[in-house]
């Protein structure tokens, strides 16, 4: 079976990975808030979830648009011509019997050099999306990462760790209600940092 690699465009590992644990909304203030100030307080902790940032951060979700919208041509090309192999490939299972050996032969053949031009294209796609990805994502993620940064500073938290990553290596347990920054964060950000129009874009 013949399958597309698509692109993963994140801060963190993406796409796929397990699930990350979202706290319920509640009246409660979040649990890094909660710690009692003092010399004997512990570290404040709390966790962001940067799996999300490419749907909820307008500034990097707009970019990353713009990245699809330029390879969309060549993804489409390819999924057709996967579509057409994989269809090839069911035909000559299909009818091996009825097929006469050169005939068999023949179109194993080509189907064997269509395979490798697929894969040829699929490998100059990735790596033509990933140079443009550093190119139009990386500014967007250094914005974010010096924001996170700074709101971590001015709320006095000492540890804040990605779930995420954490996520996807199975070392995510238990995630305590309120200890969730994410939404908090993106909206700050958003609010800071408003997307650009498009260009053309109405007034």
């Known amino acids: 079976m013949l399958s597309l690699t698509y692109l993963a465009l994140s801060l963190a590992t993406l796409p796929g990975g397990a699930e990350t644990p979202r706290p319920a909304a509640g009246s409660e203030p979040p649990a890094w808030q909660q710690t009692a100030a003092g010399p004997s307080a512990g570290p404040r902790i709390a966790v962001v979830n940067t799996q999300a940032f490419g749907e909820i951060i307008n500034e990097y979700r707009q970019q ?9 041509p060549t993804i489409d090309t390819l999924q057709r011509l996967g579509a057409e192999i994989q269809a090839e490939e069911d035909a000559l299972q299909r009818l091996a019997d009825q097929l006469t050996p050169d005939v068999r ?16 294209r699929q ?3 990735n790596e033509a999306a990933e140079k443009r990805a550093v190119i139009l994502l990386n500014p967007v993620r250094e914005k974010i990462s010096k924001a996170l940064e700074a709101y971590a500073k001015e709320r006095g938290i000492h540890i804040l760790l ?4 954490a996520a996807e290596a199975g070392g995510l347990v238990y995630l305590a209600p309120g200890m969730d ?20 874009a109405a007034r």
Not at 64 to 72: G, I, K, M, S, Y
Not at 181 to 200: C, L, M, S, V, W
Request: aromatic share 10%; glycine share 2%; charged share 40%.
């Open 64 to 72: 990353v648009t713009t990245l699809q919208a330029e390879f969309r």
């Open 105 to 120: 032969i023949k179109r194993a053949d080509d189907l064997e050099r269509k395979k490798k031009d697929f894969k040829r």
């Open 123 to 125: 490998e100059d796609f």
């Open 162 to 165: 990605d779930v995420a990553t």
């Open 181 to 200: 920054i994410t939404e908090d964060f993106a909206a700050r950000y958003n609010q800071a940092h408003p997307a650009a129009k498009p260009a053309g």
